[in-house]
T-cell receptor, first 113, second 110 residues
């Protein structure tokens, strides 16, 4: 089944404790992206990647890191999480075609205390 | 950059028709998407417009006017399960990763 898999679905952590949210897609998509979604602010792009070893900052990259060592994986790393990073996170992927829609993972709800 | 504007919330009656508008300002327009998102779930793709005009897909239709920076999503024969957020998203320039508006929360009541 074609899908984008994020883990974990839920995560509660404390300020400053490094964490990684994994994202993997099995559709051979070139493009992958991370979004955070907060009430009243909608989906905001954190980082995106147009292919292996190519990553770029989105609109809200501060406090986050990503890597794209393999085509299928695009982990999101929070080196020192803070409470303002409490949010719902989505990973998404797509082909490079103009009309190719994003396929989203099921989301990761992160709480930083 | 781009600026995308949608109403925050709309309500409608089961069986009725509702139009959700999206206006935008951008350079290098490359396509506009509509997604549906139920509470706590991932967004799912509804429609894509790159040329002016109406695209119809069952009960859902999407319209685009590039000269006016305007799109709408039309939902007919509303059902309770259509209660969700509807997200307008722009693809611009050389990036294939779209930028999203804040979404419109649609509440369908009996």
């Amino acid at each position: 089944e074609a899908q984008v898999t994020q883990n974990p679905r839920y995560l509660i952590t404390v300020t400053g404790k490094k964490l990684t949210v994994t994202c993997s897609q099995n559709m051979n998509h070139e493009y992958m992206s991370w979004y955070r979604q907060d009430p009243g602010l909608g989906l905001r792009q954190i980082y995106y990647s147009m292919n292996v070893e190519v990553t770029d900052k989105g609109d809200v990259p501060e406090g986050y890191k990503v890597s794209r060592k393999e085509k299928r994986n695009f982990p999101l790393i929070l080196e020192s999480p803070s409470p303002n990073q409490t949010s719902l996170y989505f990973c998404a992927s797509s082909f490079p075609g103009d009309n190719s829609p994003l396929h989203f993972g099921n989301g990761t709800r992160l709480t930083v205390t | 950059g781009q600026n995308i504007d949608q109403p925050t919330e709309m309500t409608a009656t089961e069986g009725a028709i509702v139009q959700i508008n999206c206006t935008y300002q951008t350079s290098g327009f490359n396509g506009l998407f509509w997604y549906q998102q139920h509470a706590g779930e991932a967004p799912t793709f509804l429609s894509y417009n790159v040329l002016d005009g109406l695209e119809e897909k069952g009960r859902f239709s999407s319209f685009l006017s590039r000269s006016k920076g305007y799109s709408y999503l039309l939902l007919k024969e509303l059902q309770m399960k259509d209660s969700a957020s509807y997200l307008c998203a722009l693809r611009t320039g050389g990036s294939y990763i779209p930028t999203f508006g804040r979404g419109t929360s649609l509440i369908v009541h009996p």
